[in-house]
């Protein structure tokens, strides 16, 4: 049986970890480099590092940055924001991480997926996919540029596009539940591990240790990632493995 995994995420703006609600209202949370030196001694099972205004801001991810973060970590590393490109992707990953995260740019040139899986393999390519619902559509709607801009793809069916071009996993973010630490999204969850045959990861809404439950449980999720609670110290990955485990999901 495969164990579900916890990971914090440090969304970075000008070289400082922040987090805000519903994408908006972002207020410090630290240094990125002692908070994954800190999440490796906790137990994570991974680390998430999102340059949350790359995208937006039209600029590369801080490769100085990623650099000094993986060189406190033993687990493995995700980064994200500002990746268009082969040439990005080998940049990212030569400054140490382990996977490379897709969003805006997967969006704008599907092909950039298929490259990245074809030269490093899916193992290393994430697409992330921030949804919100749109009662218009009757389903969650795909955005762009850290969530500011619509596109006309229901998240199911981009989920299962980029699967099929080369993603080895979704990073699914509910853009209504962020930051509101009152439960993961489940049926957005659901749908979308329903719909790919990849490890999806939920993200957006933590607020407890009963809500990773639900999302392994209910949302069928592979692995759950939460910031603000671990930053702030609301509660531990320790604490969260240790409820879940005494609830009989598999941990590491």
């Given at each position: 049986?495969?164990t579900?995994?916890?990971?914090?995420?440090l969304?970075?703006?000008?070289?400082?970890?922040?987090?805000g609600?519903?994408?908006?209202?972002?207020?410090?949370?630290?240094?990125?480099?002692?908070?994954?030196?800190?999440?490796?001694?906790?137990?994570?099972d991974?680390?998430?590092?999102?340059?949350?205004s790359?995208?937006?801001?039209?600029?590369?991810?801080m490769?100085?940055?990623?650099r000094?973060?993986?060189?406190?970590?033993?687990?493995?590393?995700?980064?994200?924001?500002?990746?268009n490109?082969?040439?990005?992707?080998?940049?990212?990953?030569?400054a140490g991480a382990?996977?490379?995260s897709l969003?805006?740019?997967?969006?704008?040139?599907?092909?950039?997926?298929?490259?990245g899986?074809?030269?490093f393999?899916?193992?290393?390519?994430?697409?992330?996919?921030?949804?919100?619902?749109?009662?218009?559509?009757?389903?969650?709607?795909?955005?762009?540029?850290?969530g500011?801009?619509?596109?006309?793809?229901?998240?199911?069916?981009?989920a299962k596009?980029?699967?099929?071009?080369?993603?080895g996993?979704?990073?699914?973010?509910?853009?209504?539940?962020?930051?509101?630490?009152?439960g993961?999204?489940?049926?957005?969850?659901?749908?979308?591990?329903?719909?790919?045959?990849?490890?999806?990861?939920?993200?957006?809404?933590?607020?407890?240790?009963?809500?990773?439950?639900?999302a392994?449980?209910?949302?069928?999720?592979?692995?759950?990632?939460?910031?603000?609670?671990?930053?702030?110290?609301?509660?531990?990955?320790?604490?969260?493995?240790?409820y879940?485990?005494?609830?009989g999901?598999?941990v590491?």
């Open positions: 049986m495969l579900k995994r916890i990971i914090p995420c969304d970075v703006k000008d070289g400082r970890v922040v987090k609600i519903q994408f908006v209202g972002l207020r410090d949370a630290g240094d990125p480099v002692e908070l994954a030196t800190f999440y490796d001694r906790e137990g994570a991974e680390l998430v590092f999102l340059d949350i790359a995208s937006h801001e039209g600029r590369q991810t490769v100085d940055v990623v000094n973060v993986a060189a406190t970590l033993a687990i493995p590393f995700t980064v994200g924001g500002g990746i490109s082969l040439e990005d992707m080998k940049r990212i990953l030569r382990d996977k490379v969003n805006t740019a997967a969006l704008l040139n599907p092909e950039v997926i298929t490259e899986a074809n030269y393999g899916s193992q290393c390519i994430v697409v992330a996919i921030d949804a919100k619902y749109d009662e218009g559509l009757g389903s969650w709607r795909v955005f762009t540029h850290g500011r801009n619509a596109t006309d793809w229901e998240v199911t069916a981009w596009e980029a699967v099929l071009r080369g993603a996993e979704i990073l699914l973010t509910s853009m209504d539940s962020d930051g509101e630490k009152s993961f999204n489940l049926a957005l969850t659901k749908a979308v591990s329903s719909a790919v045959s990849v490890p999806v990861i939920a993200s957006g809404g933590a607020g407890s240790a009963d809500h990773f439950y639900d392994f449980e209910e949302g069928k999720a592979d692995a759950a990632l939460a910031a603000s609670i671990f930053h702030y110290k609301e509660t531990s990955v320790a604490e969260v493995k240790s879940l485990k005494a609830r999901v598999a590491r």
